[in-house]
């Protein structure tokens, strides 16, 4: 994390794929997609349902691999056959995902370090450590105070607000450059979108970066630099926010639909 | 208040096992006062052969919480076994063959970790048939005969791995001197196995495992390695059962395996891990041998044939099995409860446990 945060000087964009393709057997999820985000931008991503936006997001954080194409992080291209979600993890690219990103039956300070626990030598976890830090994030990062909610809880217990509070800690807590949020305010109440919007704020105010998929154009809107469309798997447009109300976006989505 | 007490009181690891386990032994003692009131019947008799069950139960308590199945390691007895018992008797190996039968389990452990991480198979399928071929390689190797260690008491093989701990005068039989050394070896692995389940990287990995593929993957766990690594370590711990076996019965046969497929097992779940996978309890699966294994002389000791004790053991697993799935899907309670008309909240609220169902696209 300090490394990375050493270098950050020396970068334009913190991610920037080129040429990327994706197939699901015979589904073609993402068409030669070409984007960059900016070392301190907010990225919005839409698209309807099966677009590719999650498919995109997970070429980028290690979980799939690109048929073809490249991807370069922090300006250096990256070794796409050597790529993991841990080597993800150590440039710093830290996601909250839609679908479930929680061991259910596991306890909370666990799902908190899966992953990168922290161990000594032979690999056992001191535990102790991690349930001090997992407090830490659950009162001061998260607040969760006086809900009834320890560290010793399970995932399965919480409601869909609380758990998307807890993948959020856990991206603030490791600090990343590039936090990427898949949804996060599906199913979540007026008060927690709220949270969630401010945090995406924290995040552009600290001097990260984020892409940020969202259905609700009105969120997406509100905290992006600049919105990427995608289509069927492909780009389809550009838009900087600032020169467009909710409305006019909304219809210009809706025409770009009616042309393809 | 009252929820605390009682989570704090539920939080024991394996406690309704212990609580049942306890009551058995104790109801086994009104029964069978001459032998359970006794120490033999703990100390030279479970001691001494309770421990390859207790092992593998233990081992299957990793791979069942990693929601997978290995069928296999009753054959990896079998060949393990027979590599030690022809290295040991006709070859005169002494410790080689030990180390023989320690590689031939890995091995075949690794085997079906690859083949159910790299290649796909489920692991019930996938271990079904190497059980098959290992079981057939072994009668292949062995010829179908059996083969007695006489004089194997002399060796050091036997001394450091089985036999009895050099306490008291065996002459005398007194409890003491009748504890063997594989309980204490066992013990060691066992209790080294629960730090690793507990506190080790690789077992907070397999409970992830176990509770789901995708989310693993995606907080970065390597869920192939990790699998290859379990089955490679069933394996292993197969051998040293088969190990144990062979040297305090003095002989090896090709079936010597065979009984504990569902005996390990059963002890597994009755213990209290959940055969959804996620999580488990070593404690749980010591104490489920012990039941399990306890269950014969205490049956057999009030008169029952082996018939019943086949059948109890199968009633107390069935029950075990129900008994837990009802404790840890909350849902799956309430829909029962819901079923017998019996309200457990007030009001029309839908229960907790129906959360509004997530988009699961894209995963
Ligand atoms: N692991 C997979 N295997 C096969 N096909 C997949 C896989 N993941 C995604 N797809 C397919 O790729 C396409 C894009 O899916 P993706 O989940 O990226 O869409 P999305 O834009 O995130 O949609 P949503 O808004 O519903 O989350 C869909 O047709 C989907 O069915
Ligand atoms: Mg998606």
């Not at chain 2, 590599?83 to 091995?107: E, T």
């Not at chain 2, 001394?159 to 504890?179: E, K």
């Not at chain 2, 062979?246 to 209290?272: C, D, M, S, W």
């Not at chain 2, 055969?275 to 049956?299: C, D, R, S």
Request: with cysteine.
């Amino acid at each position: 994390m300090t490394a990375a945060m050493a270098e950050s000087a020396s970068f334009a964009n913190i991610v920037r794929l080129a040429g990327v393709q994706k197939y699901f057997g015979a589904v073609h999820a993402l068409r030669n997609i070409n984007m960059a985000v900016g070392r301190n931008e907010i990225v919005g991503l839409i698209g309807d349902n099966g677009a590719g936006k999650s498919t995109l997001i997970k070429t980028i954080t290690g979980v799939h691999k690109p048929t073809s194409g490249r991807i370069f992080v922090r300006d250096k291209e990256i070794d796409l056959d050597a790529y993991s979600v841990g080597k993800a993890h150590d440039l710093s690219i830290e996601t909250v995902y839609q679908d479930k990103s929680l061991g259910e039956k596991q306890p909370l300070w666990r799902n908190f370090f899966v992953g990168r626990q922290i161990v000594n030598r032979f690999g056992f976890i001191d535990v102790k450590k991690e349930k001090e830090i997992a407090n830490d994030i659950l009162l001061n990062t998260i607040g969760f105070r006086g809900v009834g909610i320890s560290v010793d809880s399970t995932v399965q217990l919480l409601s869909g607000g609380e758990r998307q509070g807890i993948s959020i800690g856990r991206a603030m807590h490791f600090n990343s450059d590039l936090i990427i949020l898949d949804e996060p305010t599906a199913a979540l109440g007026v008060k927690e979108v709220r949270k969630v919007l401010d945090f995406v704020r924290r995040i552009k105010e600290s001097g990260r970066a984020s892409i940020y998929i969202e259905h609700n154009l009105a969120h997406v809107h509100e905290v992006a630099d600049r919105l990427i469309v995608l289509d069927r798997g492909e780009i389809v447009a550009e838009i900087r926010p600032s020169e467009m109300t909710v409305a006019e976006l909304t219809k210009y989505l809706i025409n770009i639909q009616h042309e393809r | 208040m009252k929820t605390a007490a009682r989570s704090r009181f539920a939080r024991i690891e394996g406690l309704p096992i212990i609580v049942v386990s306890v009551l058995i032994i104790g109801l086994f003692m009104i029964t069978a006062p001459s032998v359970f009131l006794r120490p033999e019947i703990y100390t030279s008799t479970m001691l001494s052969t309770a421990p390859p069950l207790i092992l593998l139960a233990t081992g299957l308590t990793f791979v069942i919480a990693a929601g997978e199945i290995d069928l296999s390691f009753p054959s990896i007895i079998g060949f393990s076994g027979c590599a030690f018992a022809i290295l040991f008797k006709l070859h005169g190996l002494g410790w080689i063959a030990i180390l023989a039968a320690l590689a031939a389990g890995v091995l075949i452990g690794f085997i079906n970790g690859v083949l159910v991480a790299k290649v796909g198979i489920p692991s019930f399928i996938a271990t079904l048939g190497t059980g098959f071929f290992w079981n057939g390689m072994a009668t292949f190797w062995s010829g179908g005969k059996s083969y007695a260690l006489r004089g194997v008491e002399d060796t050091s093989v036997y001394q450091i791995l089985v036999g009895n701990l050099p306490i008291g005068d065996p002459a005398t039989y007194v409890w003491y001197s009748q504890i063997s050394v594989q309980a204490v070896w066992m013990a060691a692995i066992v209790v080294f196995l629960w730090f690793v389940l507990n506190r080790h990287r690789f077992g907070e990995h397999i409970l992830f495992i176990g509770d789901s593929n995708d989310v693993s993957r995606v907080v970065g766990v390597d869920v192939d390695w990790e699998k290859i690594k379990l089955f490679t370590m069933m394996g292993l711990l197969a051998a040293i059962a088969a190990i144990m076996l062979t040297l305090e019965n003095r002989n090896y046969f090709g079936n010597q395996g065979q009984g504990y497929l569902l005996t390990a097992i059963a002890a597994v779940l009755i213990g209290g891990t959940s055969i959804f996978g996620g999580k488990a309890t070593i404690v749980g699966t010591v104490f489920g041998a012990v039941l399990i294994y306890l269950m014969e002389p205490g049956l057999v000791a009030a008169g029952a044939t082996a018939e019943t004790v086949q059948i109890m053991r199968g009633l107390v697993f069935l029950i075990a099995v129900i008994f837990y799935l009802f404790m840890d899907e909350p849902a799956r309670r309430r829909a029962l409860l819901a079923r017998f008309m019996i309200r457990t909240s007030s009001g029309p609220a839908k229960p907790a446990g129906e959360r509004p169902a997530q988009p699961t696209r894209g995963s």
